[in-house]
């Protein structure tokens, strides 16, 4: 089965500080998405990367940035998180197939910018 | 411009009685479409998806959903809910040739015993 880590479920954070949310993917797969979860928004993609040191904008890139050094991580950063950055954040991955893959979420990383 | 609507926003339903859950879609083209499920404090988890061929497709734990062009509709029904099934339910639609996915705003799934 095909996992999705995140590295934490919980984060606290203060106003101007940088944060880092890790993910990896244990399948080797190319894509790979941060999205944020918002009550009544749905999901809405902030970046998503389908290669290594490759990265393209989602519909929400403004304060956030992202790392993809290696495959299998994909870093999303907040160069100075703001309250409005609080969120529930989801990682994905699929293969690279021009359409129509599965994308496999993580569980979630519910951040809180106080 | 590609979309997806969820007209309910939180459905109710009773231990055994049926369900149907609403998506509409805007795409140019053949959609990819998708319905996923989050259970609370969980990540999402695919119940089916349909990309050609028949248009009614069977997923996991018991739902199905049917893809209606004409009606740019891809509806989630399942014929007896559990208790179980009390979760947030996703409709997504495949964005052309990426792998990227247009969500729903989402309908929440509410059981009573």
């Known amino acids: 089965d095909v996992k999705v880590t995140q590295s934490s479920r919980y984060l606290v954070k203060r106003t101007g500080e940088k944060v880092f949310l890790e993910c990896v993917q244990d399948m080797d797969h190319e894509n790979m998405f941060w999205y944020r979860q918002d009550p009544g928004l749905g999901l809405r993609l902030i970046y998503f990367s389908y290669d290594v040191k490759m990265k393209e904008k989602g519909d929400i890139p403004e304060g956030y940035s992202v790392s993809r050094e290696k495959k299998e991580r994909f870093s999303l950063i907040l160069e100075s998180a703001s309250t409005n950055q609080t969120s529930m954040y989801l990682c994905?991955?699929?293969?690279?197939?021009?359409?129509?893959?599965?994308?496999?979420f993580g569980p979630g990383t519910r951040l809180l910018v106080l | 411009a590609q979309s997806v609507t969820q007209p309910d926003i939180h459905i109710t339903v009773s231990e055994g009685a049926s369900l149907e859950l609403r998506c509409n879609y805007s795409y140019g083209a053949t959609p990819y479409l998708f319905w996923y499920v989050q259970s609370p404090g969980q990540g999402l988890q695919l119940l089916l998806k349909y990309f050609s061929g028949d248009t009614l497709v069977q997923g996991i734990k018991g739902f199905e959903a049917e893809f209606k062009r004409s009606q740019s509709s891809f509806n989630l029904r399942k014929p007896s809910v559990h208790w179980s099934d009390a979760a947030e339910y996703f409709c997504a639609v495949g964005i052309g040739d990426t792998d990227k996915l247009i969500f729903g705003t989402g309908t929440r799934l509410q059981v009573f015993p």
């Open positions: 994905a991955s699929t293969k690279l197939a021009g359409g129509g893959e599965t994308q496999y």
